[in-house]
C-alpha cells in the first residue's frame, strides 16, 4: 500500500505516546529527563519538550527504548498506540502503510507484513527465542515446532547437544 496523507509518522506516534504517558505518571519533562539519563541518554529538559513538540524530528533505537524503560511500557505501546484502532493506517515506511493490527503482529514477531516471506520471517525469529535450558521454553519450543509443521513450513530438528533450539527446515 503507498503512503497517502492521513496516519501519522512512526515518531510522531511515539512523540504523542511519550506525552501521554509522561502526563499520565505526572512526570515533568526535567524528571523524565533525569530518568533518561540515569539510564545512560543524555537528555534534557529542552530536548524532551523539543521531541515532544515537534522540534526534534527523529529518535534513536537506543532513544525509543530507553524511554520505553523509564515509562515503563513496551516498545510496542510505544510505536503503536494500544487505543488504535486496528485497522487504522499505520506508515511503516515513507511510501507504504499497513493496518494498525498488522503491524502490531509484525512488531510482536507474530508474522510479516506486505507479503513477506512467512518461512523467513518465522525462522529468523520464533526459532531463535527459546532458552532451551528451562523446561516451560522446551515445552513452548515443541509446541512452535508443531505448529509450524502442521501449517506446512517443513520439519524442525532436534536442538544440539548443548539444549538449543533446532533450526526450521525447509519443505
Known amino acids: 500500500m503507498k503512503h497517502t496523507e492521513g496516519p501519522a509518522s512512526p515518531v510522531d506516534t511515539v512523540r504523542e505516546r511519550v506525552r501521554e504517558l509522561r502526563g499520565r505518571a505526572r512526570m515533568s519533562a526535567a524528571e523524565l529527563a533525569a530518568e533518561l539519563e540515569r539510564v545512560g541518554v543524555k537528555w ?13 524530528p527523529t529518535l ?12 515503563n511500557v513496551s516498545p510496542l505501546n510505544l510505536l503503536v498506540s494500544p487505543d488504535a484502532p486496528r485497522d487504522a493506517a499505520y506508515q511503516v515506511t515513507p511510501e ?3 493496518s494498525v493490527g498488522d503491524v502490531r503482529r509484525w512488531i510482536a514477531a507474530k508474522g510479516p507484513i506486505l507479503g513477506g516471506s512467512r518461512e523467513q520471517f518465522f525462522r529468523e525469529s520464533w526459532a531463535r527465542s527459546f532458552d532451551m535450558s528451562i523446561p516451560e521454553e522446551r515445552e513452548k519450543a515443541a509446541a512452535w515446532a508443531r505448529a509450524m509443521a502442521e501449517q506446512g513450513y517443513g520439519t524442525v530438528t532436534e536442538g544440539g ?7 526450521a527446515t525447509e519443505r
Open 44 to 56: 534534557n529538559r529542552s530536548i524532551v519538550a523539543n521531541f515532544e513538540g515537534g522540534r526534534r
Open 60 to 71: 534513536s533505537v537506543v532513544e525509543l527504548l530507553a524511554l520505553a524503560r523509564v515509562l
Open 96 to 98: 507504504e502503510t499497513v
Open 161 to 167: 547437544e548443548r539444549g538449543e533450539s533446532g533450526e
